[in-house]
């Protein structure tokens, strides 16, 4: 039923290349190296007595505030108490929502872009549902595509691999869709933080602009990992549709995913520092930058990866680990069967001070040169 994650696939790819002298970088996971906020750091360590209490899986009402807050702060959007679940990271809730959400369709039907973040494929096959893909190309723009029914029809806006973020108007059409529809429309906005200059939307904006303003059929995710630099800290929440979410939470309650208390605390610190926030969106700004005037290719200013063409993407990876000991992401490894889509490609991300990040970038590009020749 499931393939091997990617990070595996690509450890068997390179099992037996000899890895390049050079100082390597592993440009191949999505894992900020910046220092978590000490205020994060802090707040966990002050709480760490409270790890004798069981969490309760729908999260407190002090991490439910500090979430809420953020929403309003960062899109605008107020929310109540049961329009939002603080979840176990991003990945948990999109893994268990589309099992809990299909399980009791006949021949449900789950539609996402190509390429995509696996976890996707992992759920639709668990809840035995038929997958569309949205291919995502250069010739469409990178844009997201439904041309058949579908039960349950999941956005990455800002999108992961591509970088592609989709506007309010964008938004909105897919709103009315899925109101007219009748289908769920979820956007995982985990990268909605990162950008160069333009603030990403969210799906929510989208909403209140079309007048659902209960947010019916529609769900938004948002998580603090790259947001923060806090992946470990597991922090994240779904939002939206208030009677989807009451019974999902049920559902939750049994799955064992509760955030420990000293979680909590360090999380609700994290979602309201603002500060450290805008620090790191910074950083990555320049990375985006960055990474547009070293490879010389049109780079989309959100998220923090490069969706780069080449040819034969696991033969460029071997290459570039040979010669320059640096490791990125082939780009069938994202997507699904041996699709053009993303063969082609390979996933750079951008995850280090750009002081290491820049060397690292020149030495992809010089690479890339020997291997295009």
Not at 7 to 16: G, Q
Not at 90 to 110: N, R, T
Not at 125 to 138: G, K, N, W
Not at 178 to 190: I, K, P, Q, S, W
Request: aromatic letters at 10%; glycine letters at 4%.
């Amino acid at each position: 039923m499931f393939e091997p994650y990617p990070f595996e696939r690509l450890r068997e790819l390179l099992k037996d290349c000899k890895r390049g002298a050079n100082a390597p970088l592993d440009l191949s996971i999505g894992e900020p190296q910046f220092e978590t906020p000490l205020s994060v750091q802090e707040t966990l360590k002050a709480h760490t007595h409270e790890l004798r209490f069981y969490p309760k899986s729908s999260g407190e009402d002090f991490l439910k505030e500090a979430q809420m807050a953020f929403v309003k702060k960062r899109f605008g959007v107020e929310l109540s108490k049961e329009q939002i679940i603080p979840t176990f990271g991003s990945k948990e809730v999109l893994f268990s929502l589309p099992i809990f959400y299909l399980h009791d369709k006949e021949a449900p039907i789950m539609a996402f872009a190509n390429p995509f973040y696996q976890v996707y494929l992992a759920s639709a096959r668990v809840a035995r549902a038929q997958v569309v893909l949205m291919d995502l190309s250069p010739e469409n723009n990178f844009t997201p595509t439904l041309e058949q029914e579908a039960d349950l029809v999941i956005l990455n806006s800002p999108n992961n691999p591509t970088g592609r973020t989709l506007d309010l108007e964008e938004l909105k059409e897919w709103v009315l869709k899925a109101l007219d529809e009748d289908f769920l429309l979820v956007n995982d906005e985990c990268y909605s933080n990162i950008y160069a200059q333009t603030p990403p939307p969210s799906i929510l904006q989208a909403c209140m602009e079309v007048g659902n303003t209960d947010f019916k059929n529609v769900l938004a995710i948002n998580s603090l990992s790259k947001t923060l630099s806090a992946p470990g800290l597991r922090s994240a929440y779904i939002a939206g549709d208030a009677t989807i979410l009451k019974p999902y939470q049920v559902f939750r309650s049994y799955s064992g995913c509760a955030l420990p208390l000293p979680l909590q605390h360090a999380s609700a610190v994290g979602w309201l520092d603002l500060k450290s926030q805008e620090h790191i969106r910074h950083i990555y700004a320049k990375n985006l930058n960055l990474a547009q005037e070293i490879l010389g290719v049109p780079i989309y200013p959100t998220s923090f990866y490069v969706w780069l063409e080449v040819r034969e993407g696991q033969e460029f990876t071997k290459h570039l680990y040979t010669t320059e000991g640096i490791k990125v992401l082939p780009g069938d490894f994202l997507g699904y069967g041996n699709s053009p889509h993303t063969k082609d490609f390979v996933r750079v991300a951008l995850v280090y001070a750009p002081e290491s990040l820049a060397p690292a970038l020149n030495a992809l590009k010089n690479a890339l040169d020997s291997y295009l020749c």
